[in-house]
């Protein structure tokens, strides 16, 4: 990625006469994507950047749509043109979660670690 940070903030909406697929569509609910490229690697003579990115919305599809958008959809996403040559699934995984308890209201985090086929790009 040539950029190596930034902030995406196109509004996201469903595609039409699609139930799953969304799209980046002025009407649609605003979506803002922060990104970073902690790692950059070449499998096979194919480009590969390991980002870390931050919601600050939840939109369905929110990161798959951004990063298609610019040109740089997820490894395994076919539904948003990713290659899926080097995995069978979307690359994705969501490392962190934080959010506000709806009963205490502390804020709560939990992790989860990188699973086998993820661990496979960042060791490269």
């Given at each position: 990625m040539k950029i190596r940070s930034g902030t995406i903030?196109?509004?996201?909406?469903?595609?039409?006469n699609s139930i799953i697929?969304?799209?980046?569509?002025?009407?649609?609910s605003p979506s803002i994507t922060h990104y970073?490229?902690?790692?950059?690697?070449?499998?096979n003579n194919?480009?590969?950047?390991?980002?870390?990115?931050?919601?600050?919305?939840g939109r369905t599809h929110q990161i798959r749509v951004h990063m298609s958008y610019i040109?740089?959809?997820?490894?395994?996403?076919d539904l948003y043109g990713g290659n899926t040559t080097f995995i069978n699934r979307q690359?994705?995984?969501?490392?962190?979660?934080?959010?506000?308890?709806?009963?205490?209201?502390?804020?709560?985090?939990?992790?989860?670690?990188?699973?086998?086929d993820l661990k496979y790009f960042i060791k490269l």
């Open positions: 903030n196109f509004p996201i909406a469903r595609k039409e697929e969304r799209c980046i569509d002025s009407n649609g970073e490229v902690l790692q950059e690697l070449t499998i194919f480009p590969i950047s390991i980002v870390k990115c931050t919601l600050e919305t040109k740089h959809p997820l490894l395994g996403d690359a994705l995984h969501s490392y962190k979660v934080s959010f506000e308890h709806p009963l205490t209201k502390n804020i709560v985090s939990y992790t989860a670690p990188f699973p086998n």
